[in-house]
């Protein structure tokens, strides 16, 4: 079926720690997309990342697509980086499908 | 930019009430998209609508209906509210044309509670 997992489901880091979170997806997912979620609830968009490689300061993703995985990478956490980080992809029926995202805890 | 708006940010309403949450998008987007979002659970696909009066069931549809007279509205209604239907809510829109090519846009949520 469609899938998109991501891993691990939590992450607690020290500020000024580097971490990376992982999104696999299945065949029928395409259009991997990055988003933060901020404790208001607002989902912030990352990146939009099909395939490639983008960055945006201390944030990057990657997605290969032909072996069907995405990865965001944090440098230099900051406390304002904590909350729940979700990747999705849009089906063939055009439904947007999300993964059960990871809950990311940065420590002063 | 594509704008997504929802009607309201936060929401208190009673038990049996009948409650209307609102999602405008002005891209003219075909596609739009009613989700909850629980702790632990994620975020679930209550219903979508790929086209005006036309509407889909998501995962997780019961106790919601929708309504999709004009392009850029769609409405999720709560038909008897409940206090299990207390939930952030996130309307997102994305356009057909193209769709492969396209990212998905979402409206800043609705905080909903169920006295």
């Known amino acids: 079926g469609i899938q998109v997992e991501q891993s691990p489901p939590d992450l607690i880091l020290q500020e000024g720690a580097n971490s990376t979170l992982r999104c696999n997806f299945s065949?029928?997912?395409?259009?991997l997309q990055w988003f933060h979620q901020n404790p208001w609830g607002q989902l912030i968009n990352l990146f939009y990342?099909?395939?490639g490689t983008k960055q945006n300061g201390r944030l990057s993703a990657t997605t290969v697509a032909t072996e069907r995985y995405s990865l965001l990478y944090i440098s230099s956490s900051q406390t304002t980086d904590s909350g729940v980080y979700f990747c999705?992809?849009?089906?063939?029926?055009?439904?947007?499908?999300f993964g059960s995202g990871t809950r990311l805890s940065i420590r002063p | 930019d594509v704008k997504v708006t929802q009607s309201s940010r936060y929401l208190v309403k009673r038990t049996g009430e009948k409650v209307f949450l609102e999602c405008v998008q002005d891209?003219?987007?075909?596609?739009m998209f009613w989700y909850r979002q629980d702790p632990g659970l994620g975020l679930r696909l209550i219903y979508f609508?790929?086209?005006?009066?036309?509407?889909e069931k998501g995962d997780i549809p019961e106790g919601y209906s929708v309504s999709r007279e004009k392009k850029e509205r769609f409405s999720l209604i709560l038909e008897s509210a409940s206090t299990n239907q207390t939930s952030m809510y996130l309307c997102?829109?994305?356009?057909?044309?193209?769709?492969?090519?396209?990212?998905?846009?979402f409206g800043d949520g609705t905080r909903l509670s169920i006295l």
């Open positions: 999705a992809g849009i089906s063939s029926a055009s439904k947007i499908i």
């Open positions: 065949d029928s997912v395409n259009n």
């Open positions: 990342i099909p395939s």
């Open positions: 891209m003219d987007h075909e596609n």
């Open positions: 609508s790929y086209d005006v009066k036309m509407k």
């Open positions: 997102a829109s994305i356009s057909d044309r193209g769709a492969s090519n396209q990212p998905q846009h």
